[in-house]
């Protein structure tokens, strides 16, 4: 299938973010993308009440399963409606909705299963030192179970096409889920390109993410997972 | 006699009396009920007499003390259960994530656009 603007999902997991969400489908529609899903992680900020254009999908998670989880809708719900690939952007503003050009012009040049944006291949990234820390063990624990280094495995920008979709089934709910889906990718020969983008950090996109107690979580979780499949 | 040999039975029999309640009120299968009674059986000859038990315990698992030998054997009946109990929230966390995503879709199916 081939992948235009058209036929591309963009999903946002959102869980309280309701003071960004506006503006980021804005600015994502100025891009050119116009078929955008919303996964409301059971938020409780009120997200339902904001003014959010009719042509945005919203799906309601009735409670907070993770960010893992709200990915997952979306794939699901993009494959439902026959979508040939999906964009994953995060809703605290850290990306650049720029890049979305970045990633689409990466698969029409490479044509690879998925593009990475990695903020570790934009030297001008200001990145804090404890998220290149988390960051670098996360990749080592990939390059351990697939054998193949990547720089950003924890990216949430990231275009991916549908025979991924496809034959990708996530188990993970939280952030691990970031490190799952690469292994599971790897292991199935898919083609992974990383290509630069853009990061800015503030103080509220840092305690969105993860914490040193998450990070924990979240590496237990990956290889309970990956040891004690039931 | 001890006090204990006298408390432990009393609080055993307690507890089979509820794993045998909820098994009749349909809470628990017979295999559940059946399970737990057999290690509180075992829990109140332990207690009542405590050195036959443990010192054959000792003999059999080929440990010199008998007092390890219990110890051990109790260590590796709690891992056990607590293994056991991390799968059956595993596989909760699961279900309850797979039907939050089915509602989420379902949902979204029954509200036009």
Not at chain 1, 33 to 62: A, M, R, Y
Not at chain 1, 82 to 94: E, L, N, S
Not at chain 1, 128 to 140: G, H, Q, T
Not at chain 1, 202 to 209: E, L, P
């Amino acid at each position: 299938m081939i992948l235009t603007k058209d036929n591309i999902l963009v999903i946002i997991p959102v869980f309280n973010e309701a003071t960004h969400i506006e503006e980021l489908i804005r600015l994502i529609k100025g891009r050119g993308f116009h078929n955008i899903c919303i996964v409301n992680d059971g938020s409780t900020d009120n997200i339902e009440q904001l003014n959010i254009d009719e042509s945005v999908t919203i799906l309601h998670h009735i409670i907070n399963r993770g960010v893992g989880a709200a990915t997952d809708t979306g794939f699901r719900y993009a494959l439902l409606q026959k979508f040939g690939g999906v964009i994953t952007i995060d809703a605290d503003m850290q990306h650049d909705v720029k890049d979305l050009d970045v990633l689409f012009d990466s698969y029409q040049e490479n044509e690879a299963d998925i593009i990475i944006g990695s903020r570790f291949l934009k030297a001008d990234n200001q990145i804090p030192k404890i998220r290149i820390l988390y960051n670098r063990i996360a990749n080592i624990l990939v390059f351990i179970f697939s054998n193949t280094w990547i720089t950003d495995t924890q990216s949430g920008y990231k275009l991916i096409t549908k025979k991924v979709l496809e034959k990708v089934h996530l188990r993970t709910d939280g952030y691990e889920f970031c490190s799952e889906f690469i292994i599971k990718v790897l292991a199935q020969n898919f083609k992974i390109k990383e290509v630069p983008i853009h990061v800015y950090y503030t103080d509220y996109s840092m305690n969105k993410g993860q914490g040193i107690v998450n990070g924990y979580k979240t590496m237990i979780s990956l290889f309970s997972n990956i040891f004690f499949k039931d | 006699m001890e006090i204990y040999q006298i408390l432990v039975p009393c609080i055993a029999v307690l507890f089979m009396y509820v794993s045998i309640k909820q098994y009749v009120s349909g809470k628990n299968t017979f295999f559940e009920m059946f399970t737990w009674c057999l290690i509180w059986f075992f829990i109140i000859a332990v207690a009542i007499v405590p050195d036959l038990i443990t010192v054959h315990l000792a003999q059999i698992l080929g440990i010199k003390s008998n007092i390890n030998a219990i110890i051990f054997l109790s260590l590796g009946i709690l891992f056990f259960l607590q293994y056991n109990l991390f799968l059956t929230i595993k596989r909760q966390n699961k279900t309850i994530s797979e039907l939050i995503k089915k509602i989420a879709l379902e949902n979204k199916k029954d509200t036009p656009k």
